[in-house]
């Protein structure tokens, strides 16, 4: 139904549409944006995890020194009246000096060990000298390399002196002795704590760093000077390591307030509560708190040790408080090494802070080595006021009333600030204060399992978190944790443990010591358990059995082979490609894992991954069987009959959709090649010899003399860009090395290359690989060679040569591997390469004789480069080696002058004794490992480092550390596509409201009728014959492909955007292209007449092009294969072929159709099918038989009735339901043509009818559902090129007779251009290829004389 002209523009209407046409947009499925191809596909970059302490460490001896000569007062000190008397918490006067100093000494012992019970304690109460040397001496003695500490009270001597001593006593108490911290020093030793609490305890410190470093220099000193007195000595410790902890500085005095004790210091680190009560209680803000008194806080009831008391609670806050405020205030590493290395250590330093804020209400600064910030003032504190608050309002009434203990609702507030943090926080920001308050709670049952779920959303913000909750020292807390029961706590725990390990894998090792693997087990052998949580449980065991034998042998202790195996079909996809490679790393280097999945039949298990539709899935199906078949234990016969299935059934992925998948496979077939060497060696060898002695039937073969220069000849053409992805572009190769290729080349009379075989070994180095600058690194085996052994596989019946005695597996692998070397994505042959000339290079210098000719005998070959002496292998390139020679056609003979005649045919096979290929007696046949090298001959010293091993037992893809990557970044975070907000959001919401109005625009122009066509908007010399146009449907960009290059155009501004080399090899070129995701992030997709696909990004703006993939569409494309159905059509056929350059090429080439809505790609060209791929699983969906026995020429497609048109080279256009089977989905077959169809398009209405035209210029329109043509308009003979309008029922013809003709609907000529525009008015060239922007009346034109125009409608129109 067509709606009025007038009711079209109104702007209602306009303005549904508008929406509408958005909304579209959003819902496009987008393809090749995954993960997988957006980024590199390898692991993150590990961390320097600080987190672990290298070195923990214990005190294990205590000196307590106390000098308090109970009754006699010092004589500097003038003691106010009343003045401060306790001294751990006894009064000194209360009983007789002697019993009081020893009550004391007890007491200070006992509030020592609550904090350090497994220490050795010594008293020396009023020591002398020497008595204080015999202690620390026979201390430091037992304590070995561990931590002594030395407590010292001197509130009973005079203060210390500024020359750096303290005071002692001598026998009999008649005076004081200066003990020099020099000395100290000596006897404790390193490492040592010292604490101080006296009077001017600062001077001390300051001393004793002076005295450090008077030691080491005197060390240096003694280090240049033998005869020094210090040089003969065992090295003293250095004293750097020492903590010291002083009561005031060295200008203070402790404070005489009587209502606090003495040792106020000492009671602030070693009864910490207990001071902080009582100094909360003599604040003027505990009058807010009636009823308590200092007799009632000595009531509290509880222990310090149990948090479910009133004591024990305020015990844990402070704890909790005390390590937040260290852990915000200080250092990373001083936090480490104070607060995580030592218990001891770390209560002494948190009740340290303590004495900072209580000691400096009374003007005292105490003083510590290493120095701390000030903390004082730290908020927490408020927090730790309100406890005590809190807890001492409810004391009156539970000491008289008996009613319960109210709990803090500190832990709960915390935990609620900290998930303020995580909800509303941006991500550049200051850690979360809460961090170590989170892990105090994880000892508490009651907020254990909110206090998981807040720290595993921490966790999620990525590695950063990860390893900032590692270095509060959440480790020990979780590990234990897996030994709790509590179901409820499995799914967090699971995934706090994911992400530890996903950033942390050494954690393995701690996880098996305490078998904390089980949990995992269970819970991944839990079908209750949500697909999620057991993913992440199967992605920690991978961890675990990642290259560590002891998590290896544990797993399989556990069972985890059958537990992974039975969710092998899991529908999650995340889950099942975890599972594979937790099965390929549990048997990777380990063989009862091995044996123990065979008789599992693991690998038959796996085999339905091989055809997962997710790729990640079949990637890591294929490592799985990979590592399964590289092991490299002993081989019997079952174990090969196990590897050669598993080779089999992987090689059946030579063609899938995904460069993931394939470069997996190729390090797959590299531990066969590895285990099986010597067998494929032989069939190295085998290829070699067949591809010298075998013309190969291929396009080069019809060689112009265009084959031997390079791809770029014509000065005319500018560099090509270089393109990021294409490091070791092969065509393109640099003058030096072509050079180097054409010396190895025997050319004959004529100028072609008559024994043209890059087979001769040479450094043809057009393959210039990423292993190394081709000057340095050659291989032996060069792309071309390859390509060529490659194609004569496919023609020679190898299996007959290889002999009996050889499983014709090793044949079939390597010409799998033959194939992967000339895969379109480069880094896939890459691989391929580096394994087949392992094998080569192995090969060939083990069939190579024990002599080596002298090198005078190379001076009629090639001039041999320096570096590629040594594996320069010649042959003669006469008549093939006999069989009983044939090891010597492998040595450094001399060529024979290339002879004119055709060479001799092949003689007759000769089995050898025991029906073994020639070459098989020189190998041993057992295996040999690569990291072997080769046996070479003892003259070879010249061997050139070139070709090392290329493969070794680690050749790796990345694919597993990459896919762990998922762990390490936030899982829970909104993805940025669907934050409203984000950049990429509004890039997107701009580019589909440029679509709408580029729609909207041009759809009011082509429903006014375009009644000519020939306005030249742009023209431009391409750098080369444009073969294939393509408009970008939305920006003002063109592609223009030559044979294998691609040029864009910006048609608006007129200038060259960019202009990359697709990649493809010299004999193949470009025949379609399409562009992906025009509406969005566009890709632009090349195919070329090899049947190879290739997809690129960043083309056209400032980034370097890069390919996202690139996969083999089609696989035996045919050569051509035109019918003829009557001699006249045929010739025209042929005429215009011919002028388009095909004959030479083959015939169709591949043509290509795109849908965007379901993400299918139709292919075909020179074969018998149409082949659907499906882009998203990167997998062949469909083939569909074409049924005729000539090539597709065009395709066109209707997603909405799942409908294929295709135009054939016969003249036939056949119509396709994609949705039946092979055999009825076929539904019409049009035969009205004579010759070849140009083109077929189905118009995109739901009425939509067929348009197809012929080479004859007969365009004829059909109704899919009628069996004849409904119109038939005649056009001009001999086209080239046709392109119909999508929109504006235009379509344009070009002949090879240099004219373009545009007609409308009704067959009517609307333009015909002939002539460019411009001051001569030049000629059009013959038309190589046209085609209509998808919107805008615009018609692009290129032609056989390189230049590219573009026409549009009157200007009065746009």
């Not at 003495?262 to 509560?273: R, V, Y």
């Not at 002891?550 to 556990?558: M, N, R, S, V």
Request: hydrophobic letters at 40%.
């Amino acid at each position: 139904m067509k709606m009025d002209a007038d009711l079209i523009h109104s702007p209602a209407v306009g303005l549904a549409e508008e929406e509408e046409a958005d909304m579209n947009d959003w819902k496009l499925p987008l393809a090749f944006m995954k993960k997988r191809h957006c980024e590199k596909i390898e692991g993150s970059k590990a961390l320097a995890q600080s987190w672990r302490m290298k070195d923990r460490m214990k005190t294990v001896s205590v000196a307590l020194v106390l000098c308090l000569n109970v009754g006699v007062d010092p004589p500097d000190v003038v003691k106010t009246s009343p003045c401060a008397r306790l001294e751990c918490w006894i009064d000194p006067l209360s009983m007789s000096p002697q019993k009081a100093l020893e009550t004391i000494g007890a007491n200070l012992q006992k509030q020592y060990e609550n904090w350090q019970p497994r220490a050795r304690y010594k008293q020396s109460l009023d020591p002398t000298v020497d008595e204080v040397k015999k202690l620390c001496t026979s201390l430091r003695r037992n304590a070995k390399e561990e931590r002594v500490l030395f407590h010292y009270n001197g509130h009973g001597v005079p203060r210390p002196t500024v020359n750096g001593e303290i005071w002692v006593f001598n026998k009999n108490y008649t005076q004081y002795i200066p003990l020099s911290i020099y000395d100290l020093q000596t006897w404790m030793g390193s490492p040592s704590i010292f604490v101080y609490d006296c009077s001017n305890a600062g001077i001390i410190v300051k001393s004793f760093k002076q005295f450090a470093l008077q030691r080491e220099q005197e060390l240096e000193v003694a280090a240049i000077n033998p005869g020094h007195p210090l040089a003969q000595m065992p090295l003293p410790p250095s004293m750097k390591n020492c903590i010291q902890l002083a009561a005031c500085e060295a200008s203070e005095l402790l404070p005489m307030n009587p209502d606090l004790p003495a040792d106020l210091f000492t009671s602030c680190l070693t009864t910490p509560i207990k001071i902080a009560l009582r100094w909360f209680c003599m604040q003027k803000s505990a009058r807010l708190v009636p009823g308590v008194t200092l007799d009632l806080i000595e009531k509290i009831p509880g222990r310090l040790n149990d948090r479910r008391t009133p004591l024990g609670e305020l015990n844990w806050i402070f704890t909790a408080i005390t390590d937040t405020i260290a852990w915000n205030v200080l250092p990373r590493d001083l936090f480490q090494k104070l607060f995580r290395q030592d218990l001891l250590v770390a209560s002494l330093f948190r009740n340290f802070l303590l004495a900072e804020r209580i000691m400096r209400s009374y003007n005292c600064t105490p003083v510590s080595s290493p120095r701390l910030p000030p903390t004082y003032m730290h908020a927490m504190w408020q927090a730790w006021d309100l406890a005590v608050d809190i807890c001492l309002s409810q004391l009156p009434t539970i000491i008289e009333e008996g009613t319960a203990f109210r709990h803090s609702p500190f832990f709960a507030d915390q935990l609620t600030a900290f998930e303020v943090w995580l909800t509303m926080g941006v991500e550049n920001r200051n850690p979360p204060e809460q961090l170590p308050i989170v892990l105090q709670v994880l000892l508490s049952q009651v907020h254990r399992l909110r206090a998981l779920q807040l720290l595993g959303r921490f966790l999620d913000l990525g590695p950063w978190a990860v390893s900032l909750a590692l270095s509060v020292g959440i480790f020990p807390y979780v590990l234990k944790l897996l030994q709790s029961s509590a179901r409820e706590l499995r799914p967090m725990l699971v995934f706090i443990w994911a992400k530890i390990l996903a950033v942390d894998s050494s954690c393995q090792a701690d996880l098996v010591k305490d078998n904390g693997h089980k949990y995992f087990l269970s819970v991944l052998a839990d079908s209750y358990m949500p697909a999620e949580h057991r993913t992440m449980a199967v992605f920690i065991l991978a961890v675990i059995v990642n290259s560590y034998n002891t998590g290896q042998e544990a797993c399989l202790q556990g069972n985890l082979i059958a537990i992974c195996l039975e969710q092998l079909s899991d529908p999650h996809p995340l889950l099942r490609q975890w599972v594979a490679i937790c099965l390929g790393r549990i048997w990777q280097n380990f063989d009862p894992a091995r044996w123990c999945g065979v008789r599992d039949s693991a690998h038959e298990k796996l085999y339905t991954l091989l055809s997962d539709p997710i790729p990640e899935v079949r990637c890591a199906a294929v490592f799985a069987l990979g590592t399964f078949v590289g092991n490299s234990a002993e081989r019997t016969d079952h174990s090969t009959t196990i590897d050669h299935n598993v080779a089999m059934m992987l090689a059946q992925l030579i063609n899938d959709g995904s460069p993931v998948v394939r470069k997996e496979l190729v390090v797959a077939l590299s531990h066969l090649v590895v285990q099986y060497e010597s067998n494929f060696c032989t069939v190295a060898l085998q290829f070699i010899e067949e591809e010298k002695n075998y013309t190969v039937p291929s396009p080069a073969n019809t060689t112009e003399s265009g084959n031997l220069t390079p791809v770029r000849d014509s000065p005319a053409i500018p560099r090509l860009r270089s393109v990021n992805s294409y490091t070791n572009i092969r065509a393109a190769t640099t003058a030096r090395n072509l050079n180097k290729s054409l010396q190895n080349l025997n050319l004959n009379e004529e100028g072609g290359p008559a024994a043209f075989s890059p087979g001769n070994l040479s450094t043809s180095s057009s393959a210039s690989s990423t292993l190394g600058s081709p000057d340095n690194d050659e291989y032996i085996l060069s792309f071309e060679t390859i390509d060529k052994m490659r194609r004569v596989s496919s023609y020679s019946s190898l299996n007959s040569l290889i002999g009996v005695s050889f499983n014709s597996v090793y044949t079939q692998i390597w010409r799998v591997l033959l194939h992967l070397a000339a895969d379109p994505f480069p880094e896939v042959s890459d691989l391929a390469m580096k394994v087949l000339n392992s094998i080569a290079y192995k090969a060939t210098m083990n069939a190579r004789p024990q002599r080596i000719l002298d090198s005078g005998s190379l001076t009629q070959s090639a001039p041999a480069s320096p570096t590629s002496k040594g594996t320069h292998i010649h042959q003669a390139s006469g008549s093939p080696p006999m069989p009983s020679t044939s090891s010597s056609s492998l040595t450094n003979e001399v060529p024979k002058p290339p002879t004119r005649e055709p060479p001799a045919t092949r003689p007759p096979y000769t089995p050898t004794s025991g029906g073994q290929a020639p070459h098989s007696h020189q190998f041993p046949r057992t295996r040999k490992m690569f990291d072997k090298g080769p046996e070479q001959a003892a003259e070879d010293g010249d061997e050139p480092g070139g070709h090392r091993n290329y493969i070794c037992a680690a050749l790796q893809t990345g694919l597993c550390d990459w896919s762990a990557k998922y762990f390490a970044q936030p899982v829970m975070k909104i993805p940025e596509e669907h934050d409203v907000e984000s950049q990429v959001r509004m890039d997107r919401q701009w580019r589909f409201l440029r679509n709408t109005r580029v729609r909207k625009q041009s759809r009011g122009i082509t429903q006014k009728g375009v009644s000519r066509l020939d306005d030249q908007i742009f023209i431009n010399r391409n750098p080369g014959v444009p073969s294939v146009v393509k408009f970008h449907p939305f920006n003002t960009c063109i592609a223009v492909a030559d044979k294998d290059s691609i040029c864009f155009w910006d048609w608006e501004k007129g200038e060259r955007l960019d202009y990359f080399y697709n990649g493809n090899p010299r004999y193949t070129r470009i025949t379609a292209m399409e562009y992906l995701n025009g509406h969005d992030c566009s890709l632009l997709l090349t195919a070329t007449d090899d049947g190879a696909l290739r997809i690129w990004k960043n083309f056209a703006d400032q980034k370097n092009p890069e390919m996202v993939t690139a996969w083999q569409g089609l696989s035996d494309m045919l050569p051509t294969t035109r019918s003829q159905p009557s001699t006249c059509a045929h010739s025209l056929a042929r005429r215009v072929s011919i002028y388009l350059d095909r004959s030479k090429q083959g015939g169709a080439g591949m043509v290509v159709d795109w849908e965007q809505e379901t993400g299918l790609l139709m292919t075909s060209g020179d074969v018998r099918v149409i082949r659907i791929w499906d882009t998203d699983r990167e997998m062949k969906v469909q083939d569909i038989p074409t049924g005729a026995d000539s090539c597709v020429t065009s395709l066109s497609c209707d997603s909405q009735r799942s409908l294929i048109v295709a135009g054939l080279g016969d003249g036939s256009v056949r119509v396709f339901d994609r949705r039946m089977g092979p055999n009825e989905c076929r539904v019409m077959t049009y035969r009205e043509h004579g010759a070849w169809v140009v083109k077929a398009h189905l118009q995109k209405e739901t009425e939509g009818h067929i348009i197809s035209v012929s080479v004859n210029g007969d365009v004829r329109f059909f109704e899919p559902r009628s069996p004849d043509s409904i119109n038939v308009l005649q056009t001009v003979k001999g086209l080239t090129a046709l392109d119909i309008h999508p929109q504006a029922n235009l379509f344009a013809c070009g002949s090879m007779n240099q004219f373009i003709a545009v007609y409308n609907s009704n067959g009517d000529v609307i333009s015909n251009i002939k002539y460019y525009d411009g001051f001569m008015g030049q000629r059009i060239g013959a038309i190589s290829c046209l085609a209509f922007h998808p919107h805008w009346p615009h018609l692009a034109v290129g032609s056989n004389d390189y230049y590219m125009s573009i026409y549009s409608a009157e200007k009065r129109l746009r």
